[in-house]
């Protein structure tokens, strides 16, 4: 029998034209609300909430207290509304018409949808639209907040760019814009670019302008990027930092450059926190970074998957927290020195910054161990070590079982880790053997945490893997 949902981010002249190229086309639509939930999840909460709820409540003497505060604290009362609430507050007298006409108003679309719906389907987007833009134009106060999330934008392109004019006038600061596919390409309006008031920005399923329109780029007061499966091209993540000169937060997922994967050079005064998630990368070179605390990547792959992401660490010297490194897939380099197995580790190729190190490790494959005991020798200073076991097909040899008891002394186990956290244990003998190793040198160690893989996705025996466990 033929599916008969409804889809949420095909429009039915798009769905036709689809499903004559013989796309799955219920397959597409739910892959793609999942990577819009995987957008929404990833944005700042906003200083309003939905699920909130205008009521009064009668007082015992009949008198409206609230009426008598003054005008600028009913403002603040009304700008922490939902917009519909905010906008139902007109009914209750004249004053609040005013009080509603030149409040700061935080504006989610969201909002606007019936009770009770999510996700949005294409068949909201005329009324959203229609409702966004008599806001916008109605509204004579000042719209420190907004978040766009549920039109269809490549239909309402001139809308769109009549909005960037007005927010821009009314000096946003907040600013989300999430556009709902298909198609997902469609092209960003430069004016987004011009807008100087922004504090945070963040961008879901779009094209970036030309190079020519970020060349020039200047947000003086933006502290929060984000680029969520936003197409690019290359060096464009680049020219926005560079705009951006108070910049502390970077976030990207699900990106990647037009053909290729993106080689993101980082040179800040002000970053403090870079996350890279679910995107196609080439390399990341930290070349001048003096802020930055934090360094994530997560889910990223090259375009070419026999080649390795590669990672160099220049000038960094707060770097806090890093991972999650990956022998199999990464290349890390410290300031002009390629990190290899079993290589004689100096002061030239240690980060003694690094607290925190997260690793993903295929604790059967000899080349990988290698590279976590060097790696373990560059970060001497690490105190908390989170490890994810990845399951491999290689099963434990005599040099993985001997590697270990033969690695020599590791500074950062020996006497700086004092928490480590092992995910996706199976009790596979080569898990065991390293463990083993950890517990007998780690001298200051006080807490382990040891969280067992999943069975419906990896097969293994729990009760064997519980016993290694407690035989540890």
């Known amino acids: 029998?033929?599916?008969?949902?409804?889809?949420?981010?095909?429009?039915?002249?798009?769905?036709?034209?689809?499903?004559?190229?013989?796309?799955?086309?219920?397959?597409?639509?739910?892959?793609?609300?999942?990577?819009l939930t995987l957008i929404y999840n990833l944005l700042p909460v906003p200083p309003v909430s939905r699920y909130g709820r205008l009521a009064a409540l009668a007082t015992s003497d009949g008198v409206d207290h609230i009426t008598r505060l003054p005008d600028d604290l009913l403002r603040n009362i009304v700008s922490r509304l939902p917009v519909k609430d905010a906008a139902r507050t007109t009914v209750l007298a004249s004053r609040w018409r005013t009080l509603w006409l030149s409040t700061p108003l935080v504006l989610i679309d969201a909002d606007l949808l019936p009770k009770g719906q999510w996700p949005p389907t294409p068949a909201n987007s005329p009324s959203i639209t229609t409702a966004v833009s008599h806001i916008l134009e109605a509204h004579l106060g000042p719209l420190p907040c907004v978040y766009l999330l549920c039109s269809r934008m490549s239909a309402y392109r001139a809308q769109l760019t009549r909005w960037l004019h007005i927010l821009a006038a009314k000096g946003v600061q907040d600013l989300v814009l999430v556009n709902r596919p298909w198609p997902r390409d469609v092209?960003?309006?430069?004016?987004?670019?011009?807008?100087?008031?922004?504090?945070?920005?963040?961008?879901?399923?779009?094209?970036?302008?030309?190079?020519?329109?970020?060349?020039?780029?200047?947000?003086?007061?933006?502290?929060?990027?984000?680029?969520?499966?936003?197409?690019?091209?290359?060096?464009?993540?680049?020219?926005?930092?560079?705009?951006?000169?108070?910049?502390?937060?970077?976030?990207?997922?699900?990106?990647?450059g037009r053909m290729k994967g993106l080689r993101i050079h980082l040179v800040s005064q002000s970053l403090r926190c870079v996350q890279i998630c679910i995107s196609i990368v080439e390399k990341i070179d930290v070349v001048d970074a003096p802020c930055l605390d934090r360094l994530i990547i997560s889910g990223a792959g090259s375009p070419d998957r026999a080649l390795p992401i590669r990672f160099r660490i220049g000038d960094a010297p707060k770097l806090h927290a890093f991972g999650f490194l990956d022998p199999r897939n990464h290349l890390l380099e410290i300031r002009d020195t390629m990190i290899t197995a079993e290589m004689k580790v100096s002061r030239m190729t240690m980060v003694t910054s690094v607290k925190f190190l997260s690793l993903n490790v295929r604790f059967g494959v000899h080349d990988d161990i290698k590279l976590v005991a060097t790696f373990l020798r560059c970060f001497p200073n690490v105190e908390r070590l989170h490890i994810t076991s990845e399951q491999c097909d290689q099963s434990a040899d005599d040099l993985i079982l001997k590697f270990w008891e033969e690695s020599g002394p590791i500074e950062s186990v020996l006497s700086r880790i004092n928490m480590m956290t092992f995910r996706d244990f199976r009790g596979e003998q080569s898990e065991v053997g390293f463990l083993e190793f950890f517990f007998q040198s780690a001298r200051v160690l006080k807490t382990t945490v040891i969280v067992m893989a999943n069975p419906s996705f990896t097969p293994f025996s729990v009760d064997k893997a519980s016993s290694k466990v407690k035989e540890l």
């Open 187 to 256: 092209p960003l309006p430069a004016k987004v670019f011009t807008i100087t008031t922004l504090t945070l920005l963040y961008l879901g399923m779009w094209k970036l302008p030309d190079m020519a329109v970020l060349r020039g780029v200047s947000f003086p007061h933006l502290r929060e990027l984000g680029l969520c499966s936003v197409e690019m091209e290359q060096g464009d993540v680049d020219r926005l930092v560079m705009g951006c000169p108070v910049l502390e937060i970077l976030n990207i997922q699900g990106c990647c």
């Open 1 to 35: 029998m033929a599916d008969r949902r409804p889809f949420t981010t095909l429009v039915p002249a798009m769905a036709d034209e689809l499903r004559r190229t013989g796309v799955d086309l219920h397959k597409l639509d739910l892959d793609t609300e999942r990577m």
